[in-house]
């Protein structure tokens, strides 16, 4: 028994230990960091500067397309990136078409035709609905620069002007909607005509139609390209369950590639100051750049094949990060045209839209924009599960206690053998204490003796385990979709909580508000971990104390330990939690009844407080043979 205890106190003790490690070292800075980022994006789209911003057209080349070189392949180099105004400077320094959709909000600079103004109707960035909508992506000269543009790149050793970021196009609209596209042209004065068809349809989705037309006596080859640039390595939240930074899925062969922008600054080099990977001959799929819940995505032709590539150059005190790519060369003969056809996803990664372009538009798993994690099999369904019944009830929290009773209806039967197994095991506490005692000596003798009671009586000693290995997967999971998913951002459910993806607001150390104090991180206890504290100690105090002190110890202050490491989860998570115990402490209670089994709980909580009756002696064993140690 000795033995038996030690084990136990290591293996508690180091779970608690791990426990609050992480909820020390790991849970309260990142929700101190999450605070300080919102602020710094706040401040960054209120940044001032002097007056008179520079020209916004200093940006990494087109790939294949250096400074100074026009080979495809080659590193994305890069002009000053300086940040030298205000977003509304950099906005105010090119005459620009507006973007007006129902989800965006935006403008497209004609000084090189670069989609790099865009702002998300509808959402905010706190749950005030007064709040500034979403920025997404901002023009080159201010600050936090994030952009796409498309375009071609001429033929090693060829001369053949093509659009820059420089190029002044020519628009036949000031306004690009849905229901109107806008053409833009530019003529290079060499014989080629350039064409850019750009529509836009209800939510964040962009076709760019490039086309050619070669009025020169010489034929002349181009690769066309599209690529998203970041300018400066953005906040990031640095959860390991979230991926933040370049994403894409570059065909069957390649697969998903995700690089953050640590690790992407830590890769090879691809050319003098560039460091970065390709992946060549893909076909399908995209290649962009991901937040937590929005993203910029360039979508080649998915029957073509070509050159995808993430990308990191040093750009003055900045770098500059870049998602493109490269398609294969296409001739245009004299007298003739051509074109090439790629899209931008430019907006909220909402699970519906995200699917339905990966089924309309024929996006090979354009769904892996959304990180769904290793567990995606399982995430997925139940993320639909939980959209459709919110479609019937209006409200995300009750659709996560609605999906957790359908998860016990569903798992009932296994559920229930578990709790009438652990009911027996119980009843049978007596003759198991009094085996050990009669083969104290003798621990093989002890397991045999033992598991010959389980077989006779029918009981399976690990039957307990399943209730809680059934849960951690659908924990995970649903930690998963709360914290990735933009519907679950900023769903409220009942009374104070407002955001089912963010901590209980609530703080017992300021009485819930009442004192006009703010705890430290380390000490944010809301009322709902509370809750779920509350639900797990009456679940354990069902069970017969343990005779063992030190698990008696362990077991009545386990719940405290994980009501505190809840405090800083997701209160989606933490009522889910609750909510199961509740469940389960009923489930359980109907079964132990069911099988003539006491319920302890009253008596163990008398106990605590020194009223309660002593817990019942374990049945006497028998005489230990005169022999029985004897070889």
């Known amino acids: 028994m000795k033995e038996d205890n030690r084990n136990l106190l290591l293996a508690i003790v180091m779970s608690v230990v791990v426990l609050l490690g992480w909820q020390f070292f790991y849970g309260v800075p990142q929700m101190e960091k999450q605070k300080q980022i919102a602020q710094q994006n706040q401040q960054a789209q209120s940044q ?70 865009v702002s998300l109707k509808a959402y905010h960035e706190t749950v005030d609905p007064k709040s500034p909508i979403i920025v997404l992506l901002s023009p080159a000269g201010g600050p936090n620069a994030y952009y796409s543009d498309f375009g071609w790149v001429a033929a090693p050793g060829n001369n053949v002007a093509v659009p820059n970021a420089t190029t002044l196009w020519t628009a036949d609209s000031q306004t690009l909607t849905p229901a109107k596209p806008v053409t833009l042209s530019w003529d290079n004065g060499q014989g080629l005509t350039f064409k850019r068809v750009i529509s836009v349809d209800d939510n964040a989705m962009f076709a760019i139609r490039d086309e050619v037309e070669n009025k020169g006596g010489a034929p002349v080859t181009l690769f066309p390209y599209g690529q998203v640039v970041r300018q400066g390595k953005p906040h990031t939240l640095g959860y390991y369950v979230l991926h933040e930074g370049l994403v894409g899925y570059l065909g069957e062969q390649s697969g998903l590639q995700e690089l953050t922008y640590d690790k992407l600054d830590k890769e090879g080099a691809l050319s003098p100051g560039t460091v970065g990977k390709v992946w060549k001959d893909a076909v399908g799929g995209f290649v962009g750049i991901t937040d937590k819940y929005w993203a910029a995505a360039v979508i080649p032709d998915q029957q073509r094949k070509y050159e995808g590539r993430f990308s990191s150059v040093e750009t003055g005190t900045q770098r500059t990060y870049q998602a493109d790519f490269l398609g294969e060369g296409i001739t245009v003969a004299p007298g003739a045209n051509t074109a090439s056809q790629a899209r931008l996803f430019a907006g909220a990664k909402e699970v519906a ?74 009843a049978l506490q007596p003759e198991m204490t009094a085996i050990r005692e009669r083969y104290a000596d003798d621990k093989m003798k ?55 993806a963010a901590p209980d607001p609530t703080n017992l150390f300021n009485l819930f508000g009442l004192i006009p104090y703010t705890p430290p991180a380390m000490l944010h206890l809301g009322l709902w971990p509370i809750i779920m504290g509350i639900t797990m100690f009456i679940q354990m105090k069902m069970n017969p104390e343990p005779p063992d002190p030190v698990q008696k110890m362990m077991f009545t202050w386990m ?73």
């Not at 099999?377 to 009830?393: G, Q, R, S």
């Not at 385990?465 to 998913?485: E, G, R």
Request: proline share 8%.
């Open 559 to 631: 719940p405290v330990f994980f009501t505190f490491l809840l405090g800083s989860f997701p209160a989606g998570l933490v009522i889910y939690w609750s909510w199961n115990n509740l469940l389960s402490v009923t489930q359980q209670g109907f079964i132990m009844k069911k099988n003539g089994v006491k319920i302890e709980l009253f008596d163990n909580i008398k106990r605590m407080f020194g009223k309660g009756p002593p817990p019942a002696p374990a049945a006497a064993a028998p005489a230990k043979p005169a022999n029985s140690n004897k070889k």
């Open 353 to 426: 839209a995200i699917n339905g372009y990966e089924e309309s538009q024929q996006i090979k798993r354009f769904d892996l924009l959304i990180d769904w994690g290793w567990f995606y099999f399982f995430t997925k369904p139940l993320f639909f599960v939980l959209d459709w019944i919110y479609k019937h009830v209006g409200n995300f929290g009750v659709a996560i206690l609605i999906v957790t009773v359908l998860l016990k209806g569903l798992f009932f039967p296994l559920a229930n053998k578990s709790y009438a197994s652990m009911a027996k095991m119980k």
């Open 48 to 117: 001032s500067a002097p007056a008179g911003a520079s020209n916004p057209a200093a940006t990494a080349a087109p790939p294949g397309q250096p400074a100074g070189s026009a080979a495809p392949g080659s590193a994305p180099g890069a002009a000053s990136t300086q940040v030298s105004g205000t977003r509304e400077q950099a906005l105010a320094a090119s005459p620009r078409i507006k973007i007006d959709t129902p989800k965006i909000a935006g403008s497209i600079s004609l000084a090189g035709a670069r989609i790099d103004d």
């Open 446 to 500: 002890q397991q045999q003796a033992l598991m010959e009671l389980y077989k006779t009586q029918k009981i399976n000693p690990v039957a307990g385990c399943w209730p809680v290995l059934l849960q951690i997967p659908v924990f995970f999971a649903l930690y998963k979709i709360l914290f990735i998913t933009i519907e679950m951002r900023h769903a409220p459910f009942f009374g104070w909580i407002h955001d089912l």
